[in-house]
């Protein structure tokens, strides 16, 4: 297996055994976080992230696995790209990425809703690096999937329960005062149905998302002999449950033609359903669920404190995964990094 | 004497003992700067400095320490934060806390008074950092404190007086365009008192700090058997002074319950008093006394360029040894530096 | 030869010989990019990089050349620097350039037509950072000048060429709708007639350069014996040219007295001209030209796709040597390397 080069802007792109050697490899850099096997790989190079949208965790995390490998990462804004656009003259893409490529190892783009006009135009956006650079991009979350978060919460859910695979996942919607984009929830739905994993997702009529993700979920699920179910009864869905991921996100009438986000109007709805939150009493409905969430939590709408903050709760552990997860992809995919998973898988057995 | 993991919000809470640990590793590292000694300190590590305000010094010679120990710092702004805020949803400060800890290895906040509602509030931010936090946390300013800025002054004067025990600290108010805070000031009246200086403090009517950390300035003045006074009498004060100090600082009026800094109006009430100057008539009323201020300097406000540009002045050396300083606390709390003073201290007897 | 702590504003300012150390370091660290050689330059130091106006490019390649060199390159904007201004207090350039020749083993600054008053006032800023500060001063693109991409342009054309001597330059005005500086127009004007170019200079009435750059240029040219010429006759201007350079500029009288530059006003009378566009047909003219841009291109108004992405286009190469010449610069005015150029010249003889 030989992942140096290779992009990744969504978990279902890569095969199983590719992401295996991720999470194998992440689990190993975190007990082992500054072992010399890991701080040159990057030595002296360039990571370079793009952020359209600002970040706390990703930024923070991309910064320091760049760091902890040995490189640096560049923090770039687009407001000082002087990138052309529908409006504006300026530089195409095919010429940043041309030249990003003589100077970087690797490319980390951010693009959520508010910075694109429509769904999906992310996602082509961060095609067209792929297409004209020559060095691996990976997705840093854009409107369709967020990879990174996908594999941490892989990481944070075995860590506590071991296997996952024949496990129940609940993913349901909550109210949220900050409209959410889809590309944590899709892209959970898509890593851990592929995994294994039983898939409940539970949302009020209305909150859909992309339906060729929810597709891809089907199969996956298909192909495991798992199930997949879609349920607008919040509190029949937690039954059985031995993971809750809650998390607002915005309708699929959230885009306006011209305006683009309707951020107001979608939280004005989301809180229509404060009933949507994950609290004690539904928890208590579940096979002693473990509780999890990308961050950053909008605490009081998506989840109570007592929850968010319980002994279930395994958020933190989750954010820190994305520094082990990350560290993992650039070593492999922008380093000559000759991984070889241990034979004992790291961990523990279900 | 262990200091891994503490933190520094204000030199009145660490024992002189402690504070004499920096100032003498500060020394050593000042005169042998990139001694091998020193550079692995933060190999791999990540420094996490959180601006509310924009900075030029502290930026620059924090992020320069990092380096300069083998680390990184990441420069990250509350802007793309998301916190949540009295009127915004978003992240609370509990949760940000806990996942920075999983990434740095300290943290850095500067948060003045143009970014809070009332004095207090910025000090009150940084122990919820540090209580929810498991890193430590160093001012880097806010509106209280500066314990940086304080040590470096120590630093600066002892190069050139060898002991301030004894000597006459003159701290005067200076007329100026800038609104500026109460921090270093008082940072500066707590270490020079508790290292043994007489302080007079010396302001027009109305210009009055922090009564509880007047009274802290007092206690230190009578533990150590020196003297402090407030005068309003500025040409008495600057009679046998050793070291002059002289900086703008907005009246205890300065916040308007909604409003927060009334930054136009303090300065038009500073401007009134244009007297208020260090000039060199002044100057010649003292010891001979070296020239202080944390800079930036309100120059033809707070003081006359022929003192800021004279002989006796240290700014430069007080700025450069932000940097020692900084370097020695970050190498004392947040590496496993086992650190043994020399035997015999590095600062020139009296 | 000893150029450390030489600035560089232009490189009219430095000697042939100097600048071929330069260009010849930049070949040899091109060849063998990581080599241990140059990977500990600048090991724990870091290099200061003061952008007034935002930059790709310039950002990119200088703090990839910083990290390549084992340093650190600080990314500073002037918005966070509180620096005195005609309209606001605050800090003096002087003061600054003191505290940061602290701090820094070099300063980059990038001062560019938007941000001045009026021409010539981001050259004189960089002079009193020159004049007050005591470490390197490199400009990263100022009003006037713009050195490294004037070396990058000679490594790229020599790469392809190899002797540039007694070959023809063509630089030409293009439309555009971005309101170009003059500044690497000007710098590849002085070092290509200075290296011993023919150098055809078109424009349009009205787009007059600096009048005293453009006696510099012709002295350039006495002085190899080589020809310089200006026409307004852009067809002419092709024929037999080596290197194609073309490029918006504004025309002279582009800064009010009050309102600085006009930006709007100058590319409403730049798109009077789509015809002063380099295309297929006018290259057709050449000998065979290499096209050459410093990027961003505004492609459809300067040049068409076809030129700017065909086999003769030098672009991404130019914008990669962007690193290699910096890093050179670095290497050898800001650390102490004691470079011996190769025996044999890197480069391809003619």
Redesign the interface.
């Known amino acids: 297996m030989n992942l140096f080069g290779k992009h990744l802007l969504c978990t279902q792109e890569w095969s199983v055994d590719e992401l295996e050697a991720v999470l194998s490899l992440a689990a190993e850099m975190k007990k082992d976080r500054?072992s010399a096997k890991y701080?040159s790989l990057l030595?002296?190079?360039?990571f370079?992230m793009f952020f359209y949208n600002?970040?706390?965790?990703t930024?923070?995390?991309f910064?320091?696995a760049a760091?902890?490998l040995?490189?640096?990462a560049?923090?770039?804004e687009p407001?000082?790209?002087?990138l052309k656009t529908a409006k504006t003259?300026?530089?195409?893409n095919?010429?940043?990425a041309?030249?990003?490529s003589?100077?970087?190892c690797g490319l980390g783009i951010r693009i959520l809703e508010d910075k694109i006009q429509k769904y999906g135009d992310g996602d082509k956006f961060l095609r067209e690096y792929c297409q004209y650079g020559t060095i691996p991009v990976v997705s840093m979350a854009h409107d369709k999937f967020h990879p990174c978060q996908g594999l941490a919460d892989v990481q944070g859910a075995r860590e506590k329960l071991g296997s996952i695979k024949g496990k129940k996942l609940l993913m349901v919607w909550g109210s949220?005062?900050?409209a959410r984009s889809w590309c944590s929830v899709q892209e959970s739905l898509l890593i851990n149905s592929r995994l294994g994993m039983n898939v409940t997702l539970a949302y009020p009529q209305g909150y859909d998302l992309d339906p060729e993700v929810m597709a891809d979920v089907k199969k996956n699920c298909q192909a495991a002999g798992t199930k997949f179910e879609i349920t607008h009864d919040q509190v029949e869905a937690y039954r059985g449950a031995d993971i809750v991921y809650s998390r607002n996100w915005v309708t699929p009438q959230a885009y306006h033609p011209e305006k683009g986000l309707q951020k107001a109007q979608e939280i004005e709805a989301a809180l229509k359903y404060p009933d949507w939150i994950t609290d004690a009493r539904k928890m208590k409905l579940t096979n002693n669920a473990l509780f999890t969430h990308p961050?950053?939590?909008?605490?009081g709408?998506e989840v109570t404190d007592e929850v968010c903050?319980g002994p279930r709760s395994i958020?933190?552990d989750v954010?820190?995964n994305r520094?082990h997860v990350q560290k993992a992809i650039m070593a492999l995919t922008m380093s000559k990094f000759d991984y070889k998973p241990s034979a004992k898988p790291q961990r523990v057995a279900a």
């Open positions: 500054f701080t030595q002296h190079k360039s370079l600002p970040s706390v965790r930024r923070q995390s910064e320091a760091t902890e040995g490189g640096h560049q923090y770039l407001s000082a790209m002087r003259a300026g530089e195409i095919e010429d940043a041309h030249v990003m003589r100077y970087g949220g005062a900050l961050m950053p939590v909008d605490r709408h903050s958020i933190y954010a820190e520094l």
